[in-house]
């Protein structure tokens, strides 16, 4: 099968395009370099990279027909919580205009399956933990609104048009491919555990903590914290599972086991050897004090099986590539 991947050149997006490389699949990546790297084209060489948008109707058409694509995986969008706050229509723009221009072409070029990248951001703050599928979806922010958003408008597409479609919702992805040659690289960083890796390297003078006076054990935020290459996995199973003629559907990726930020320090300290200073900050607009998924759906019904389980394990995974690429994919 030949599988478009859209931002196959950015976190997620890459992890999955090695397995689905590894997987037997042939890969195309289509990705505007916006917050992508291109050295992950050096990486991933049984890919073919094209560098352009997923808004280009010409390009994409283009794409699916003379490669006889047999089904896409979208990960092209912006994914900052806070900057969809400060810039919605930058959000709404790349997370919903765009994709619908994607979804166009390929209707247009009559292609059978679809598979979302869609996040936890979708529920907003929970009414009740772990989180399933059918739990309410009030987003609390610009980016869980346009992935909500985009959902709604495959339920359509679906109805009208058979794109049989799979969204996964995705909890806090960390970690990187064990081989060392992929990682978590974000310009502007705001995500947890880069962050404290940074300050481990001494490459940031300490991690701020935001908020310490929650209603959890320790005070600290809690979150489900998932590794990308179980998340990869996930997407071949999903894939498979609509070619078997499962009907379009909605899941959880999520490890079901919260751990504070607290924890993932301490985690992080032991990991690195290294002590990484600590500051109580305030509390993050809009941050939920708990968020854990049920991931019980995607395991019964794609028969998904995490590997990593251990948080110290996970966190090694990208230490290691934070060791081998200290300033990132930029300086390779
Ligand atoms: N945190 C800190 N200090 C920092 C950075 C983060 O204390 O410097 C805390 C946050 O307050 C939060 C936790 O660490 O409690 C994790 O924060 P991240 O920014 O790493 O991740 P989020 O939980 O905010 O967001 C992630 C994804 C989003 C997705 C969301 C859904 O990045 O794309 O999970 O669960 F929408």
Request: charged letters at 25%.
């Amino acid at each position: 099968m030949r599988v478009l991947v859209t931002g196959g050149a950015g976190y997620i997006g890459s992890h999955v395009v090695k397995t689905l490389l590894r997987s037997g699949y042939e890969v195309t990546v289509l990705d505007n370099l916006v917050r992508g790297h291109k050295a992950v084209a050096k990486v991933l060489k049984e890919a073919e990279f094209v560098w352009g948008d997923i808004a280009d109707r010409e390009l994409v058409t283009g794409i699916l027909r003379s490669r006889r694509i047999d089904a896409v995986m979208h990960f092209a969008a912006l994914s900052l919580v806070g900057e969809s706050v400060e810039n919605p229509t930058l959000y709404y723009e790349n997370n919903v205009i765009k994709g619908l221009m994607l979804l166009d072409s390929i209707r247009e070029a009559d292609i059978a399956y679809f598979i979302f990248s869609s996040s936890a951001a979708v529920y907003g703050e929970p009414l009740q933990v772990p989180i399933e599928e059918d739990h309410v979806l009030l987003p609390t922010n610009p980016y869980g609104a346009t992935k909500r958003a985009f959902e709604e408008a495959l339920k359509w597409y679906d109805s009208a048009y058979g794109l049989k479609y799979m969204s996964l919702r995705y909890f806090n992805a960390v970690g990187a491919d064990p081989e060392g040659d992929l990682g978590e690289d974000h310009r502007p960083e705001t995500h947890l555990v880069p962050l404290i890796l940074q300050a481990a390297m001494g490459k940031r003078e300490k991690i701020i903590v935001y908020g310490a006076d929650y209603p959890t054990p320790d005070g600290t935020c809690i979150r489900d914290y998932v590794h990308v290459c179980d998340l990869a996995s996930a997407h071949v199973l999903a894939l498979e599972a609509l070619t078997r003629g499962q009907s379009s559907a909605v899941y959880n990726l999520g490890s079901e086991r919260g751990l504070s930020v607290w924890e993932i320090i301490q985690a992080a300290r032991k990991v690195t050897g290294r002590n990484i200073p600590v500051e109580i900050g305030p509390r993050r607009p809009g941050d939920p004090a708990v968020l854990v998924a049920s991931a019980k759906k995607a395991k019964e019904f794609l028969g998904w099986k995490p590997c990593f389980t251990d948080i110290e394990g996970i966190i090694s995974t990208a230490w290691e590539w934070y060791c081998r690429h200290p300033e990132g994919y930029d300086g390779k």
